[in-house]
C-alpha cells in the first residue's frame, strides 16, 4: 500500500512540474535542450550597427553597379504595357512574327491553354467534361478587341479563376502564345472576303 502512495505522490509532483507552469511568465531563460542556432551573432537587415560610419548594417550599392540578370526595362515587352501603364495594343517590335513564331506559340498554347480553353480557344476544355464551365471563349467580342499587351497580361497573372501562367512561359513564349490566340479568333471568324479571289469559287 506505501508503494501506491509513493507512486501516486511522484505523478502528481511529476504532472504538476510539467504542465503546471505551462504559460506563466518567467524573467529566467527557458532550459533550451536544442538551441538550434536560434541566437547568432549576425547583423538582420534594417539594422543599426556601430562598426559603419553612418550607423548602418545595409550597406548602399557602390556607384556604376551593374545589375544581374534581367533589366526588365522594356514595359512593352515584359509587361504588355506602355511606360504610362496602359495596355498595349500591338507586339514587340524585336520580335519577329514568322511562322515559327506562331508554331511556337501553338504548341506552348496546346499545352498551357488547351486543357481549359480547348485547342479551337472555344472555351470548352477537357476540365469541362468534369463540371467546371470557367473558361472563357476566347472568341467572344471582349477578348477579341482587348490590346494585345492586355492578353498577354492575363497569361502573366491570370485572371479570377485562372491561375498566372507567368512562371511557365517566359515572356517571348507569352508574346507567342497571344500571336497564336490571334490566329485562333482569326480562324474562327473568317469571311469570305478573307479568302482569295481566285479561290471564292471554290468554297460552297
Ligand atoms: C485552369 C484553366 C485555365 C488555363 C490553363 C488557362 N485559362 Fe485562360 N481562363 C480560364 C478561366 C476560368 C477564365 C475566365 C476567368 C474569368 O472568370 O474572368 C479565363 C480567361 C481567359 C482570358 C480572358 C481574360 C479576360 O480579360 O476576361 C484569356 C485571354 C485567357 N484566359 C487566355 C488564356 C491563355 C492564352 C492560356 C494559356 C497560356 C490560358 N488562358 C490558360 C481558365 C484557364
Known amino acids: 500500500m506505501r508503494y501506491v502512495y509513493l507512486v501516486l505522490f511522484f505523478v502528481v509532483v511529476l504532472t504538476v512540474g510539467v504542465l503546471g507552469f505551462r504559460g506563466s511568465i518567467s524573467t529566467r531563460p527557458p532550459l533550451e535542450v536544442f538551441p538550434d542556432m536560434d541566437r547568432q551573432s549576425k547583423y538582420l537587415p534594417q539594422d543599426v550597427s556601430p562598426f559603419f560610419a553612418d550607423g548602418r548594417t545595409d550597406r548602399p550599392i557602390p556607384a556604376g553597379t551593374v545589375a544581374r540578370g534581367d533589366l526588365r526595362e ?39 491553354c488547351t486543357p481549359c480553353h480547348g485547342s479551337l480557344g472555344n472555351g470548352r476544355g477537357i476540365v469541362t467534361n468534369y463540371g467546371w464551365g470557367g473558361p472563357a471563349s476566347l472568341h467572344i467580342d471582349l477578348i477579341r478587341n482587348q490590346p494585345e499587351g492586355e492578353i498577354f497580361n492575363t497569361i502573366t ?48
Open 157 to 204: 497573372h491570370g485572371k479570377n479563376t485562372m491561375f498566372s501562367l507567368g512562371d511557365k512561359l517566359v515572356p517571348e513564349d507569352r508574346w507567342a502564345v497571344v500571336a497564336y490566340v490571334r490566329a485562333l479568333q482569326r480562324s474562327q471568324n473568317g469571311r469570305v472576303a478573307d479568302v482569295p479571289a481566285s479561290h471564292q469559287g471554290d468554297l460552297n
Open 74 to 112: 522594356d514595359p512593352h515587352f515584359y509587361a504588355g504595357r506602355s511606360p504610362g501603364g496602359d495596355f498595349v495594343a500591338g507586339f514587340p517590335t524585336d520580335l519577329t512574327l514568322d511562322r515559327q513564331f506562331i508554331d511556337r506559340g501553338r504548341e506552348r498554347y496546346e499545352i498551357y
